[in-house]
């Protein structure tokens, strides 16, 4: 392992000391990230409308952006583990930057076809494919145990404070110039990204020792995954939910503001409610460990159904942001509660691996979910849908509470280590097959 590096100091100043260069570096980045890319979700939908397409295409576009990051986020996993994780995400970057501005390009300069759009997310989906397990590898490997749980709710809210100025500049935006800037701007803020987690300092990492082979590694990967009750059955429970809330607000959540809100803006207000409940989230878990992770943070799940039952109505646009905001606390709670556990239970070395099963699982659903929420509204009406949507939380999220290991698995002390964030790996946390 290489020495602390010796400007590792410097940002202590301003930032708290286990907050290093690599830690400082990824936060920025995903801070950039994030402005562009909550704006161009919107975009997109709007896009995909002002060409005349239906709530179906909206659907469409979306699980275009979907299924590849389904299909190759396993492939995705295994490479972040065996090569440098710096590398494959500043790869990823580069094929989102690419496909966002084709995107734009094809939006200003005239009518975009369905099948365009499709491509072209699905290229940006597949880079995501391949960015999220490596990221998250990174940011692991990037602070101590003794800090972890302070260093995830800060990153989670700095990326989601960003998420609140580009859902509203956004959808101000698209309101404005149109969808197309938006996309420009988002392509613009990948390349940005990249050229940041570039500079990112891996040399603390440990050599990979050479496996088996692809396969092996996704063997090996599968192995940590199922034996290890908490993981599978929370895993089972958001491809769920993850799907129904997707579908609720990337197909319904744009309908009902374009027929009942006025536009895009009052739907990017919205958005940034939650993106400010998700700061208030991050704040609450700076101040609050509490003991058992995985029963409060699966308790905060249930929130998450406001928000469809909140278009159901529909309520106002102040009702709306308020229900945002209350789903955006509650997800942020369990967000920190969730990576924390992973950071006590997962080996470092087998991290990607597994959050790539975790990502597979939880997003496996949520192609075919957007892909028919148009003929679902057709089939039964939107409202009867949107309520659909609602209990499709609220079910799962009761049935995981039967498992013994969500309702008992306890925060446990970290090892002491000298070592500061960003600049010397944490000492992988104990695991255990039962995940406690």
């Known amino acids: 392992m290489s020495s602390p590096p010796t400007d590792s100091a410097a940002p202590s100043r301003r930032l708290p000391s286990w907050a290093g260069r690599n830690y400082t570096l ?28 239906s709530g179906g295409d909206v659907g469409l576009v979306a699980a275009g952006r979907t299924l590849p990051l389904v299909l190759f986020l396993l492939v995705g996993g295994a490479l972040a583990d065996r090569l440098p994780r710096h590398r494959v995400m500043v790869a990823a970057n580069a094929l989102n930057c690419l496909s966002q501005a084709a995107f734009a ?34 940011l692991l490997s990037s602070v101590s145990g003794e800090h ?3 260093a995830f709710a800060m990153f989670r809210m700095a990326m989601n404070g960003a998420g609140i100025g580009g859902a509203a500049l956004g959808g101000a935006l698209i309101a404005a110039i149109g969808p197309g800037w938006v996309l420009a701007v988002d ?3 990948f390349a940005v990204a990249g050229a940041l987690r570039a ?14 082979g692809l396969l092996a590694d996704l063997r090996e990967g599968w192995v940590e995954f199922r034996s290890r009750a908490w993981l599978w059955s929370i895993v089972l429970q958001f491809s769920v939910v993850v799907a129904v809330v997707g579908a609720a607000e990337s197909v319904y959540g744009p309908l ?24 208030a989230g991050a704040v609450l878990m700076m101040l609050w460990k509490p003991r058992r992770l995985l029963l409060v943070g699966t308790l905060c799940v249930f929130p998450l159904a406001l928000p469809s039952a909140g278009l159901a ?5 102040w009702g709306l942001c308020a229900v945002m905001f209350v789903s955006g606390t509650a997800v942020e709670v369990f967000g920190v509660n969730w990576m924390t556990t992973m950071h006590q239970e997962i080996p470092e070395e087998k991290f990607s691996r597994v959050s790539a099963y975790d990502w597979f699982g939880s997003l496996s659903m949520l192609p ?65 097959p039962a995940g406690v």
Not at 26 to 49: D, E, P, Y
Not at 106 to 126: D, H, I, K
């Open 26 to 53: 990824l936060t920025g980045a995903a801070v950039v990230t994030n402005l562009g890319s909550h704006g161009a979700l919107i975009a997109s939908a709007f896009a995909v409308m002002d060409a005349g397409g």
């Open 105 to 138: 390009v094809l939006v200003l300069t005239g009518e975009p076809r369905l099948w365009q759009m499709m491509l072209l997310t699905a290229l940006c989906g597949t880079g995501t494919a391949f960015f999220n397990p490596a990221a998250e590898g990174m």
């Open 148 to 150: 972890s749980h302070r």
């Open 187 to 189: 392509a613009a803020a």
């Open 199 to 212: 500079f990112l300092d891996v040399g603390h990492i440990a050599e990979r020792t050479p496996g088996g």
């Open 256 to 279: 009902v503001a374009r027929d009942r809100l006025g536009g895009p803006a009052p739907w990017g207000v919205a958005l940034a409610f939650f993106g400010v409940g998700t700061i």
């Open 313 to 317: 109505v529909p309520l106002p646009t």
């Open 368 to 432: 075919l979910a957007t892909a028919l929420a148009g003929p679902a509204e057709s089939a039964v009406g939107r409202t009867p849908a949107l309520w659909g949507c609602a209990a499709l939380v609220i079910v799962p999220t009761a049935l995981v509470l039967l498992v013994p290991e969500v309702r008992h698995i306890t925060r446990r002390p970290a090892p002491a280590t000298p070592a500061a964030a960003g600049s010397s790996p944490p000492a992988p946390a104990p695991s255990s």
